[in-house]
T-cell receptor, first 113, second 111 residues
Framework: GENVEQHPSTLSVQEGDSAVIKCTYS??????FPWYKQELGKRPQLIID?????GEKKDQRIAVTLNKTAKHFSLHITETQPEDSAVYFC????????????FGGGTRVLVKP | EAQVTQNPRYLITVTGKKLTVTCSQN?????MSWYRQDPGLGLRQIYY???????DKGDVPEGYKVSRKEKRNFPLILESPSPNQTSLYFC??????????FGPGTRLTVL
């Protein structure tokens, strides 16, 4: 089955700097890659997703890049703010093959003011 | 208000005592899932359902049962809970392979 690895497990950045989280996946059939943000004590929420027919997607200060050949994808957060402090999860699945979703282990991001 | 609800939110029980965690969504979503969240292990899918009476195993199904008799409900059943099932559980619903809407979570402790 699919295996998703996520690095780093913790990331501390200064406010205003950029943060990058990387994920690798094992199943070349995976073609849908969402990112979820979980604030302390709350439920995960989708922040951005990408399908394999797209190499990059951007939404304001966050962007995701995908390298299908290398089977890795990354989340980029620019101009970090204290409210970006949270745990971020990447995930992989096969679009239109049901709801089988495999998550990475998570990255705890701390933005220091 | 569109939402996913779970009950109970907190539960402390003892080994072997059967329990059910309910999950309900009001968004008419076809897909529903159960996840457990443990420190350092992220979210691991237990079971998922693509429609009424259609369920399939996720990555960690051992010790759990589910049923999908109605579109809106997807209960998680622990027939004989054990301490290694102490965890934070999330139910989620979605349209096909799209954004998962998570419930508030159920914190389960098995003594």
């Amino acid at each position: 089955g699919e295996n998703v690895e996520q690095h780093p497990s913790t990331l501390s950045v200064q406010e205003g700097d950029s943060a990058v989280i990387k994920c690798t996946y094992s199943d070349s059939a995976s073609n849908y890659f969402p990112w979820y943000k979980q604030e302390l004590g709350k439920r995960p929420q989708l922040i951005i997703d990408i399908r394999s027919n797209v190499g990059e997607k951007k939404d304001q200060r966050i962007a995701v890049t995908l390298n299908k050949t290398a089977k890795h994808f990354s989340l980029h957060i620019t101009e970090t703010q204290p409210e970006d402090s949270a745990v971020y999860f990447c995930a992989a699945s096969i679009w239109a093959a049901g709801n089988k979703l495999t998550f990475g282990g998570g990255t705890r991001v701390l933005v220091k003011p | 208000e569109a939402q996913v609800t779970q009950n109970p939110r907190y539960l402390i029980t003892v080994t072997g005592k059967k329990l059910t965690v309910t999950c309900s969504q009001n968004m008419n979503h076809e897909y529903m899932s159960w996840y457990r969240q443990d420190p350092g292990l992220g979210l691991r899918q237990i079971y998922y359902s693509m429609n009424v009476e259609v369920t399939d195993k996720g990555d960690v199904p051992e010790g759990y049962k589910v049923s999908r008799k109605e579109k809106r409900n997807f209960p998680l059943i622990l027939e004989s809970p054990s301490p290694n099932q102490t965890s934070l559980y999330f139910c989620a619903s979605s349209r096909a392979s799209r954004e998962q809407f998570f419930g508030p979570g159920t914190r389960l402790t098995v003594l």
